[in-house]
């Protein structure tokens, strides 16, 4: 079978170390697959010491191929993990099929049931007016989203109500608590649609993830974050969010405790630029990209101590369950908007590129995510 992986294994004769060469992504299946040339219950040492990155489809692949090693009682362990593998293995409870260490101790994740496009139930009137809410991702989208909006309406040929979303589930509760038809949610919001109320994932922004950044004051004279032991951190998000969660983890790894640090959820960028400048806090943890779109002025008195790399998390468009005869139409409509001289500028108002579909494997390591660090309650429809 031909592959475009940049990925390359290494068997060393006569030792159980195997070197993992290059990029795990989603062309690294046929690659992977020659670590099934193993004797069921050998051991298995996966070297990762020349290993570049790892994305969230790359996982996914990997994750397989482990779910068959396993099986086959071959004992998996690893060595030389850079940090964000290290990370990504913790969060979606990959060290579940180590043989050895921290791996043993970690209990499997268990992922949501999603409701299939099947199962939906009671479809609304054709015609009736449908909810559109959108969890903005920055300010600046507000308009460009009324804007589609209103596309929206003329493609459907019915009305929707728009409404914008600030803030986390956990804030407002507003997305499982309402009535809405079609979502554009931020990556755990839209993780407990699909868990809680059966919503369907349909569509993902092209050239869009949410990685997450920790800054500090430019005058503060510590330089790097392993030094800001006992800190007081400042998050722009909810307890609940992504940011904060993938903050945790940042801190964790590089060697502070987050259980013994002291955190404000200021909520918006905004609030929590102010703490830091202020003085109040030591530290922001916020979204890389809204750290970009600071201004000049404010950028230049904070300091950049450590950003992730995941390629993991992005903003999904989600559909009630009651909507599946229109699914194929939206998502028809969305995906040709870039094709279209009305719909590239109305992407262009949103900051948006285009819509894509995302792939099961993406979806499903999302849930593991959502599933192993979040606990949201359960909330009636």
């Known amino acids: 079978m031909m592959s475009n992986s940049t990925l390359s294994i290494n068997f060393q004769p006569g030792s159980p170390i195997v070197e993992l060469v290059g990029s795990i992504d989603v062309d690294a299946a046929p690659v ?5 040339s193993l004797k069921d219950g050998e051991r298995m040492v996966l070297d990762f010491t020349r290993l570049q990155r790892v994305n ?3 996982l996914a692949q990997l994750l397989k191929v482990f779910e068959e090693l396993k099986a086959r009682r071959i004992r998996i362990e690893v060595q030389n993990m ?3 593998v290290n990370m990504l293995f913790k969060m979606t409870g990959m060290n579940r099929f180590l043989g050895v260490g921290e791996g043993a101790k970690v209990e499997p994740a268990q992922v949501p049931v999603v409701q299939s496009e099947g199962d939906a139930a009671e479809e609304p009137i054709p015609g009736e007016k449908l909810n559109f809410m959108v969890s903005l991702q920055s300010s600046q989208q507000l308009s460009g989203w009324y804007f589609m909006n209103t596309y929206l309406q003329r493609q459907l040929g019915r009305p929707i109500r728009f409404e914008p979303v600030h803030g986390a589930l956990g804030q407002s509760g507003t997305m499982l608590k309402g009535n809405p038809d079609i979502v554009f949610a931020k990556p755990f919001d839209a993780c407990a649609l699909m868990q809680q109320r059966g919503f369907i994932p349909l569509l993902r922004p092209k050239a869009m993830v949410d990685e997450i950044c920790i800054l500090s004051r430019a005058a503060d004279a510590r330089q790097k974050l392993s030094e800001f032991g006992n800190a007081r951190i400042a998050v722009a998000a909810s307890s609940d969010s992504f940011v904060y969660l993938l903050g945790r983890f940042l801190l964790d790894e590089s060697g502070i405790d987050s259980d013994s640090i002291e955190f404000d959820f200021a909520g918006t960028e905004v ?5 830091l400048i202020d003085e109040e806090v030591d530290m922001v943890i916020m979204l890389s990209e809204a750290y970009k779109n600071l201004s000049g002025l404010v950028r230049s008195m904070t300091r950049l101590l450590d950003e992730t790399d995941s390629c993991y998390a992005f903003p999904l468009l989600c559909a009630s369950p009651q909507l599946k ?3 194929a139409q939206l998502k028809k409509i969305m995906q040709a908007m870039e094709e279209e001289p009305r719909g590239r500028l109305v992407l262009q108002d949103t900051l948006l590129s285009g819509w894509m579909e995302p792939l099961a494997d993406e979806i499903r390591m999302l ?3 959502f599933s192993r660090y979040s606990a949201p309650e359960k909330v009636e429809a």
Not at 271 to 275: H, P, S
């Open 325 to 327: 005869s229109i699914h």
């Open 367 to 369: 849930l593991m995510l």
């Open 32 to 36: 992977l697959s020659e670590l099934s």
């Open 56 to 58: 969230s489809m790359g």
């Open 82 to 84: 850079n940090r964000m």
């Open 271 to 275: 609030k929590a630029m102010r703490l």
